[in-house]
C-alpha cells in the first residue's frame, strides 16, 4: 500500500471540530486530549516525518504517520511518532505556524549520512537510518519490525509534574561512537486551517508535532542520567503532551533506544 496524495481532500476534513486558537491560524480537532497510548507489548521504535503545511504532498503522509500512532498495527512495535516541521516551505505561501529551522537542520543532517541524500518533504526516516521510499507502507512496517529486532538500549523515563528523569544503560556498540541522549515534546490533536499556498483552503490534521527537541548529552561507559523539564508553553495543550527520549549515534545517525510518556 501507499500514502496517496488523491486522499487529501478527504483525509484533511473527516472528524474536525475547528477551535479558533491564537491567531485564528491553528485549529485544534482532539486538542487538550491525551496523545493515543502506546504499545506496551512492543519495542519502541522512533518514525520521523519531515513535513510542512506549505507542501502540497505533505497531508497523505501526515495523516498515514497518525493512523499508525493511533492505531500501533505493527505486532511487536510501540511507534513513537515525530512529526517535524520543516522552515524552508515558509517563503513560499503559507508561515507554518509549527515549522522549526532546528528541525530543517536535524533533516540536513539525515542527508549527509543516508543513502538518499536528497532533502524534501514529506521524508519518513525510521530510527534514523531507514527511508520510506515513494510512500510505501508496507516497506515502512517492515523497515519498522526490523528495527525492533535488533539490539536496543535501555532508556527509562519518569515524570513528576514538569520534571523528567531520564536514564539509559546497556547501549549497543557502534565501534566507539558516541551515542547522544535526545529529549523530545510531542503535542497531538494540532491541525491548521490553511489560507495560502500549495494547500490553501484546506484544513490539516496532523500526527503528533514535536514542539521541542533537544540534546540532553553523551552517554559515557553506556550509560547515562539526566533531569530536565519539559518547559511547555501556554499555547500548548498539557493533556497533550507526550515526552519521548532515544538514543543515538552521533556520526551514522542511528537511533538504538526510546522510550516515551
Known sequence: MRIDPMRLA???????????????AVWASRRGEPPAPLRRDGTPVIVELFSSEGCRSCPPADQWLASVDRGQPIDGVSVI??????DYWDRLG??????????GERQQAYSRVLPDRRVYTPEIV??????????????AARDMAASASEPRALVG?????????????EIPGGDGEDAEVWFAVTESGLASDVSRGENAGHRLV?????????????AKAGAFHADTSVEARLS???R??????????????RIVGANAL
Not at 94 to 103: E, G, H, R, V
Not at 126 to 139: F, K, M, N, T, W
Not at 206 to 218: K, Q, S, T, Y
Open 10 to 24: 478527504a483525509s484533511v476534513t473527516a472528524g474536525v471540530v475547528a477551535m479558533v486558537c491564537a491567531g485564528g
Open 81 to 86: 511518532a515525530l512529526e517535524e516541521h520543516v
Open 94 to 103: 503559507w508561515s507554518d505556524p509549527f515549522a522549526q529551522a532546528q528541525l
Open 126 to 139: 525510521i530510527d534514523g537510518h531507514a527511508v520510506v521510499e515513494d510512500g510505501d507502507e508496507d516497506q
Open 157 to 169: 523515563l519518569s515524570r513528576r509534574g514538569d520534571r523528567v528523569s531520564v536514564d539509559v544503560s
Open 206 to 218: 496532523h500526527a503528533p508535532i514535536v514542539r521541542a527537541l533537544r540534546m540532553l548529552g553523551i
Open 236 to 238: 500548548w495543550a498539557p
Open 240 to 253: 497533550a503532551l507526550r515526552v519521548v527520549a532515544f538514543v543515538q549515534l552521533a556520526r551514522t545517525r
